[in-house]
């Protein structure tokens, strides 16, 4: 079965970085667009940044545009999420996504499979 499985968050001071991965299984992970969303407390899950099949294309929400950067690795089966220059306001649960659709999908709803979320904790 499919299986994606987010690792490295934690606990970080505004300012600090973190890197994110998301190892992929069960699935043709060339062929899925991946994209990483997060979902803050009382608040809904939202898009944080999508990086096509071939990582030819990516696309960032304006919150983290400078900040975060994406990255993946298809002979590995991973996809990177660099964030630099926490803030408080990043503090979420982060989840990895694939969407097997050729158009890269900014919604929650595009997405086919999802990891298990990881927690990123900024403090001011």
């Not at 990086?51 to 030819?56: A, E, L, P, T």
């Not at 991973?78 to 306001?89: A, C, F, H, I």
């Amino acid at each position: 079965q499919v299986q994606l499985v987010e690792s490295g968050g934690g606990l970080v001071q505004a300012g600090g970085s973190l890197r994110l991965s998301c190892a992929a299984s069960g699935l043709t992970f060339s062929r899925y667009a991946m994209g990483w969303f997060r979902q803050a407390p009382g608040k809904e899950r939202e898009f944080v940044v999508a990086i096509s099949w071939r990582g030819g294309s990516t696309y960032y929400a304006d919150s983290v545009k400078g900040r975060f950067t994406i990255s993946r690795d298809n002979a590995k089966n991973t996809v990177y999420l660099q964030m630099n220059s926490l803030k408080p306001e990043d503090t979420a649960v982060y989840y990895c996504a694939a969407d097997i659709n050729l158009r890269v999908g900014l919604t929650a709803r595009e997405y086919d499979y999802w990891g298990q979320g990881n927690q990123v904790t900024v403090s001011s």
